[in-house]
């Protein structure tokens, strides 16, 4: 059964900051992986979706990078801002169902 | 940007009630899902709806629940007899694909049993 986990659990950083969240899955054989956002009381936001092709997806500035093989992947937040306050999960959908799995998220605070 | 939408955003019942969720997708979307997230714990899938039936659902969703597509644009989830367990945030989700293109979540509606 896919098992997917985030590290740290919570992060504080000042802002300004570079930063990396980390995600890793137990099974490999995922079809992609999404990252979200969730803000308190909130649903989640999409922010990037890396197909297990990949090996990153950017949208300003944030890069996701996918390593299927070694069961990884990293959501990088460059020049951190207060407003990227929140907390973040990942998902992965493998080829064999069509559900998502979700890790715990990494709570984020941007200190200004 | 089209959104999810879901109503209510907050949906208090006794226990042994039954409530229906609402959700209406993004209009050019062909995929549904419905999660749930209990408290302090990981979002989890219910189920998956394509082509008016159902694709795919997990262990959660057992026959106290049911989904459905009554018209062309709103997606719901019923829950019957409601169990305190039951209380959650319940996520709506839709997708134009099933793999290639993101899945988007509406807000969610609190779901609190009494």
């Known amino acids: 059964k896919q098992e997917v986990t985030q590290i740290p659990a919570a992060l504080s950083v000042p802002e300004g900051e570079n930063l990396v969240l980390n995600c890793s899955f137990t099974?490999?054989?995922?079809?992609?992986l999404q990252w979200f956002r969730q803000d308190p009381g909130k649903g989640l936001t999409s922010l990037l979706l890396?197909?297990?092709?990949?090996r990153e997806q950017t949208s300003g500035r944030l890069n996701a990078s996918l390593d299927k093989s070694s069961g990884r992947s990293t959501l990088y937040i460059a020049a951190s801002q207060p407003g990227d306050s929140a907390t973040y999960l990942c998902a992965v959908k493998e080829w064999n169902n069509n559900d998502m799995r979700f890790g715990a998220g990494t709570r984020l605070t941007v200190k200004p | 940007e089209p959104e999810v939408t879901q109503t209510p955003s907050h949906q208090v019942t006794q226990m042994g009630q039954e409530v229906i969720l609402r959700c209406v997708p993004i209009?050019?979307?062909?995929?549904f899902y419905w999660y749930r997230q209990i408290l302090g714990q990981k979002v989890e899938f219910l189920v998956s709806?394509?082509?008016?039936?159902?694709?795919?659902k997990s262990e959660i969703f057992d026959d106290q629940f049911s989904v459905e597509r009554p018209d062309g644009s709103n997606f719901t989830l019923k829950i019957r007899s409601t169990k305190l367990e039951d209380s959650a945030m319940y996520f709506c989700a839709s997708s134009q694909g099933v793999a290639l293109e993101p899945q988007h979540f509406g807000d969610g509606t609190r779901l609190s049993i009494l």
């Open positions: 709806f394509y082509n008016n039936e159902i694709s795919e």
């Open positions: 890396i197909q297990s092709s990949q």
């Open positions: 099974d490999s054989a995922i079809y992609n």
């Open positions: 209009s050019n979307h062909l995929y």
